[in-house]
């Protein structure tokens, strides 16, 4: 099976200072970026969503594949280089194992936050009473607003 890093081995090569913005959030730009090495931050309205360091991360692919501004913010924690590629929804098209990587990647990070907002939730449970569901009725509302933003009718 070919690796992300080898879909890219022949796109350009950008290079970020620490600091420096990879990508923006609210920005609309059609590219796909691939860390070939360094460490990015992703924070979304300002919040640390996660932090990446392994070659071959795939960075924007939700903007590209739902054709949208991007979601959040990745930012260069060291010097860092990136693959650029220019038209991102075209290569993934063209490419159907890179599209089925990327599905995978997508579908992991999927299971992942269902996991955790489960065992949340169970926390959140074990501490709540009946009589004041407290943070437990917050919870099932963001549960529920999860659920609701999450229409596959579309499709």
């Known amino acids: 099976m070919t690796t992300l890093l080898e879909f890219c081995a022949d796109a350009p ?6 600091g ?11 590219k796909l970026r691939v860390l070939k090495k360094g460490v990015v931050e992703i924070t979304k309205r ?3 969503i996660n932090r990446l360091s392994s070659p071959g991360s795939v960075l924007g692919e939700i903007g590209i594949l739902l ?3 991007f979601g959040a913010t990745v930012t260069a924690v060291e010097p860092t280089e990136v693959y650029v590629i220019e038209d991102g929804d075209r290569f993934l098209e063209e490419n159907p194992e890179l599209m089925r990587l990327v599905a995978r990647l997508l579908a992991r990070r999927l299971k992942n936050l ?3 907002l ?6 959140v449970e074990a ?3 009946d009589d004041d569901p407290g943070y437990l009725g917050q919870f099932d509302n963001v549960l529920r607003r999860l ?6 009718r579309d499709y």
């Open 67 to 69: 054709d949208q501004s």
């Open 114 to 116: 269902t996991d955790e």
């Open 127 to 129: 501490r709540s009473s």
């Open 147 to 152: 659920v609701d933003h999450h229409s596959d």
């Open 46 to 48: 300002g919040t640390m």
């Open 118 to 123: 489960v065992e949340i939730r169970e926390q």
């Open 20 to 30: 420096e913005a990879v990508i923006r959030e609210n920005l609309k730009d059609g």
């Open 13 to 18: 090569v950008q290079s970020y200072a620490a």
